[in-house]
């Protein structure tokens, strides 16, 4: 039996007459993964109203941090503002293994993390996007598939969506760990063996896909080559350069540096309506 056969387990409804959004909380088995996955889904206010409309979808990779950024009161707010289309978010829950199913799915990481990446790619591209399109009315087109991650979920957000852009064709990453590397340090070239870098570098055809991307200047304190910025500003701004290096043009990018911002949902929330009025509009 295919994973998008088998019977979802819903364990939360919250469902709101009138203007408000309908929230469900599932449980699917992952063949893949091998284990049940947590989704927190959401669906706009005309979704069943309005039955023969499809909508634009957006995956969260680390979906239950979306709950520390009022996410929902968020979204409520930029449709009553009439600032946000319509759309599906899916809130994808870590779970305990989230530090060997994040990563890149190429290979892990100097100290092994990240071995099950691949894996949860596997879900993600080939069992969940199924389900979806089976019981949501989603429009089915990459432009209008958005995949988004906090820190080491932005990164896996990011390979997702680079290795995939005949399904993402939007991809938001909220501080992500680019820092990721297949070895240690290298103190005579401290940017080198990055993982996320090497990847997009050796990419021949360049995917056509848009990429959102956001900074705290107080992410972190580290600056390991020493030049005064941050690394993970550092290593963000790295990955832009590659891919325009590959000829990703200046107006599929977008980078949003927060002043003072952290690495934390507070900060990550705050970014959050820029990143689904560019992305999805």
């Known amino acids: 039996m295919k994973f998008w056969q088998k019977p979802a387990k819903a364990i939360r409804h919250v469902f709101q007459q009138g203007n408000s959004l309908a ?5 699917l088995f992952s063949t893949a993964l091998n284990r049940d996955v947590r989704l927190d889904i959401c669906t706009p206010p005309d979704y069943n109203r309005n039955r023969n409309r499809e909508y634009r979808l957006v995956l969260f990779n680390d979906g239950q941090d979306l ?12 449709y009553t503002e009439k600032t946000l289309l319509p759309l599906i978010t899916v809130g994808i829950h870590a779970s305990h293994d989230r530090l060997r199913e994040y990563g890149t799915a190429r290979q892990p ?9 691949a894996a949860y790619t596997r879900f993600v591209v080939e069992e969940l996007m199924p389900y979806l399109s089976r019981h949501y009315r989603i429009a089915g087109v990459p432009e209008q598939q958005a995949i988004a991650g906090f820190s080491l979920g932005g990164l896996s957000a990011f390979d997702i969506a680079w290795a995939n852009p005949d399904v993402f064709g939007v991809c938001g990453v909220f501080s992500g760990s680019f820092w990721w590397r297949w070895s240690d340090v290298l103190p005579e070239d401290p940017d080198a063996v990055r993982i ?3 990847i997009v570098n050796q990419t021949q055809e360049i995917p056509d896909a848009r990429y959102w991307f956001q900074c705290g200047t107080l992410d972190e304190t580290d600056d390991r080559n020493g030049n005064g910025i941050i690394d993970s500003i550092d290593d963000t701004q790295d990955i832009i350069r590659a891919i325009r290096a590959k000829g990703v043009q200046e107006q599929a990018i977008r980078y949003l540096e927060i002043p003072g911002g952290r690495h934390e949902p507070h900060t990550w929330g705050m970014a959050m309506p820029d990143f689904l009025r560019w992305g999805l509009q």
């Open 23 to 27: 929230q469900t909380s599932i449980e």
């Open 67 to 78: 709950s520390r950024m009022d996410f929902i009161p968020m979204l409520e707010k930029l």
């Open 109 to 117: 990481d100097y100290k092994g993390r990240g071995h099950l990446a």
């Open 196 to 198: 996320m870098h090497d």
